[in-house]
């Protein structure tokens, strides 16, 4: 029996650009999950009074709150629209190779768009 060679650094591998997407999908859910929970909290204390308000935004002009921010607004934008173009093609849409890389790198360049955006209102 021959045994075929077995690549196990994932560094090495070509993902075509639809793989990437898809695990970007994933991470950002990850990211979502893990940043939710401090943000509302952030915002309960916040809302309760003008003590609380006050240490709220002296927290978030951090440079470590900005960048958790940042990185939660790409989080979301990322999310939404990769959400958008799994159910398009849930719907039956963009199924082809061609077009589900396109669609991949339109979710790519919307996200990297109004992320710059989100980025410039929070800094």
């Excluded at 650094?9 to 997407?21: C, E, G, R, V």
């Excluded at 916040?46 to 006050?54: K, N």
């Excluded at 002009?61 to 849930?90: C, N, P």
Aim: aromatic letters at 18%.
């Amino acid at each position: 029996m021959l045994k075929q060679p077995v690549n196990l650094n994932l560094f090495t591998i070509q993902f075509p650009i639809t793989a990437l997407s898809s695990i970007s999908h994933r991470i950002s859910g990850v990211i979502l999950f893990f940043l939710t929970f401090p943000f509302i909290s952030l915002i309960l204390v916040a809302i309760q009074s003008q003590d609380g308000f006050d240490y709220a935004s002296i927290l978030m002009s951090h440079f470590v709150m900005k960048s958790a921010l940042t990185l939660y607004v790409a989080a979301i934008v990322y999310h939404f629209f990769s959400g958008l173009r799994h159910l398009t093609m849930d719907f039956g849409y963009w199924e082809t190779l061609k077009a589900s890389r396109y669609s991949a790198m339109g979710v790519y360049i919307l996200f990297l768009a109004v992320t710059i955006f989100f980025s410039l209102l929070i800094w």
